[in-house]
């Protein structure tokens, strides 16, 4: 069974940095694609970022882009949303998906996710 959890959320300075991670377990994710998602109050879930387990492929929403970086560690099981320049309206739950690499554009697996306040 796979699981992801999130870490790494907490409460932030406008202009200051956080780093998140999504600790993975259960398979192996060498064809996966793992996403990070987020939802404000009040809001839908919107897509944040992606990467492919290979590292051949990432993706940013154009409201990170720039600021944002998402990336992955092969021996700890661990991709990371480093988050920079960071701004009131990025306060949100942040969540970690995954899914294998197919047609389908949804995700399979979702972590609880972790909470992130950019105060201003």
């Known amino acids: 069974q796979v699981q992801l959890v999130e870490s790494g959320g907490g409460l932030v300075q406008a202009g200051g940095s956080l780093r998140l991670s999504c600790a993975a377990s259960?398979?192996?994710?060498?064809?996966?694609?793992i996403g990070w998602f987020r939802q404000a109050p009040g809001k839908e879930r919107e897509f944040v970022a992606r990467?492919?387990?290979?590292?051949?492929?990432?993706i940013y929403a154009d409201s990170v882009r720039g600021r944002f970086t998402i990336s992955r560690d092969i021996p700890k099981n661990t991709v990371f949303l480093q988050m920079n320049s960071l701004k009131p309206e990025d306060t949100a739950v942040y969540y970690c998906?995954?899914?294998?690499?197919?047609?389908?554009?949804?995700?399979?697996?979702w972590g609880q996710g972790t909470q992130v306040t950019v105060s201003s």
């Open positions: 259960g398979r192996t994710f060498s064809n996966y694609k």
């Open positions: 998906a995954a899914s294998p690499i197919s047609q389908h554009p949804g995700y399979d697996y």
């Open positions: 990467i492919n387990w290979r590292g051949d492929y990432t």
